[in-house]
């Protein structure tokens, strides 16, 4: 989320107040077409066209977002990483979703004067303010309650099991496209679960979450560090445990304990 001038990352702010930040941010991004999770406007979905097994939808986008775009780039829409299939104008695209993304995502949900997170793909070289992300939706969250505070806006989002397994408190996640910091996660019997971001009216100003509503589904993008040290420990156990490693979770469990915690790092005295 054009971009002007900041001391600070834009999404910093999904931390509540005087939680600790993880180190990381100012990473450069030196590879492929990938997105840096910061929000760079709102687009309206000014067309739509179902065809079978294919929707074709124009954007149209703030101003200045399309300068310089063009046929074949890449745009992540709430987080689905898109191609430019025609130019419309000065400030419109339009682009072509296929079956299996308008199934695993909430593209299929959009409709003629929908509002859209929007990003185009950063150029080598450039600084990563949230996280990198490869626009690949992993599954759909829900949200299951909107809270309040003074000059804050929070969002407790569902996310269905095996995924929750990858969201740790003061992790990063994608939600619509938007690199968050995960203030609260708990896992519930199962492996599904909840996690908590904090948003500040700045957030709110320049996404479309001051749009959402309790219910409604948002798109999840799983950061992938963690989810291979979380996968690359549970491989490791099963091949040394075996059969044993159902006990083992049990057994941690029965101590406020879950198993996919033992792979990541704890933080210093003083971080936390």
Request: charged share 25%.
């Amino acid at each position: 989320m054009g971009r002007r001038r900041r001391a600070r990352p834009r999404f910093l702010e999904s931390l509540p107040p005087n939680a600790p930040q993880r180190p990381g941010r100012g990473l450069r991004l030196s590879f492929g077409a990938m997105f840096t999770g910061i929000v760079q406007g709102i687009a309206r979905v000014e067309r739509l066209v179902d065809r079978t097994g294919l929707r074709s939808l124009v954007l149209r986008f703030p101003p200045g977002f399309a300068v310089g775009l063009e046929i074949g780039a890449s745009v992540s829409v709430d987080g689905v990483c898109l191609t430019v299939t025609t130019l419309e104008g000065a400030d419109a695209a339009g682009f072509d979703v296929m079956q299996q993304s308008l199934a695993l995502t909430t593209l299929a949900r959009l409709h003629e004067g929908s509002r859209v997170n929007v990003e185009r793909a950063a150029k080598e070289g450039a600084e990563v303010g949230g996280h990198p992300l490869s626009g690949h939706v992993d599954t759909m969250a829900t949200i299951s309650s909107i809270r309040r505070p003074e000059n804050n806006h929070v969002l407790r989002i569902a996310l269905p099991a095996p995924w929750m397994r990858y969201v740790f408190a003061k992790g990063y996640i994608a939600v619509d496209g938007a690199s968050l910091t995960v203030a609260e996660a708990k896992r519930e019997p199962g492996g599904a679960g909840w996690f908590e971001v904090w948003l500040i009216p700045e957030t709110l100003r320049m996404t479309t979450f001051g749009d959402k509503a309790e219910g409604d589904t948002l798109n999840i993008e799983i950061e992938r560090a963690t989810q291979v040290v979380v996968d690359t420990v549970r491989d490791a156990l099963d091949e040394r445990l075996g059969a044993l490693l159902p006990a083992l979770e049990a057994l941690l469990r029965e101590r406020g304990i879950e198993l996919d915690e033992l792979a990541m790092p704890k933080l210093p005295p003083s971080a936390r």
